[in-house]
């Protein structure tokens, strides 16, 4: 009993606040302290404490993740017994204060223009079915793991397929204005699947989609990213010159299969991103040789040698060549990238080699305006 009081006097309130409010929120990327989402904290008794938790809406996704992480963080302070979490949802006011701060005085503008430091990856195929979406979820999550914060703006407003390949689909929280994007495997994502119920058709054409695209780069709170990597949409369409014109300093990675149909496609949106002032990055070449795990057999089913042809006629790196692969295919079907779920495979292995071939160090700040002024 006498311990137990003992232990209970030893309960550091101030060390419980400072633990809990070091929690992050995953989705607004800031600490609950910093967030304005801890509340009151007390001892009511023995070495229970009570947290209020102030929610940025009271049917928040994350309500139970974000109760069991206060929980543990608490539960580790010394002489803490048993937690106790209430859930208090967040005033307008608190919200609005909160959207602004997120805004960062920036308005509606997006992050992402030429005083960013976030490096943003268009990447495209040309060819439709080349594994353009596997490719970029799993590059995305190799990117995570090596330390990167990392975002994925889904821009295949017509086929998306990043919300299947990441598990995730509900709608994002909306905060005055402003989307969160939806943290799944170490990195956020927004996609127009998000925000659709059924998969309706999105007939979006020009200046419609020059403003969805805007608004999912300015009206979505990415936090502070390393790296964005866009989905686009096959083809040489709409979408790349719009992301040219809200995203100058982006640059291009291009996927293909090692076949010439698909090589000959990808080898003109390469061009035309390069005419438009984008550069090109470097090729990654998808569905090269299936090695047989049992056999060992190599079987080129889609050729060989595309991704190579490919990056010589437009003079940029070949970055990798992924192999035909199982895991990619079925992990893709379940909804965890093969990045997760199958870590050993071939073609994981691969998409690994080429996060780490890409260049990721903050670009220079050479011949770019600063944003200082001299008084
Ligand atoms: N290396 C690979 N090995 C096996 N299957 C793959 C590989 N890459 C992609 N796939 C599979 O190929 C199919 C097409 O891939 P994905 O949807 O990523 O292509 P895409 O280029 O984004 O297509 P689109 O842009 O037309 O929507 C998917 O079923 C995917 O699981």
Redesign the pocket.
Known sequence: MLARARAAGAVDLEAVRRAVGAVRDPELDLALADAGMLGEVRLPRGGTVRVVLRLTTATCPLRAELIRDVRSAATAVAGVSDVEVHVEAMSETERMSLAARLRGGRGSRHPFGRESSTLVYAVG?G???????????NLAVALARQGKRVGVLDA?VW?W?IPQ?FGVRRPPVALKGLMLPLPAHGVVLMSVGFLLEHDEPVVWRGPMLHKAIEQFLGDVHWGELDVLLI?L??GTGDVALTLLELVPDAQLLV?TTPQPAAQHVAARVARMARDAGMPVAGVIE???T?VCSSCDAHTPLFGAGGGERLAADIETALLGQ?????P???S??LGVPAMVASPDAA?VVEVGRIAARLPVARRSLVGRSLPLTVV
Request: charged share 20%; proline share 9%.
């Open positions: 195929s060819k439709g079915g080349v594994g353009k979406s596997t490719v970029t979820a295949d086929g397929s390949l989905d949409p096959p996927v998808n569905m090269s299936h992924i192999p035909l692969d199982l990619l295919r079925s893709g079907d073609s």
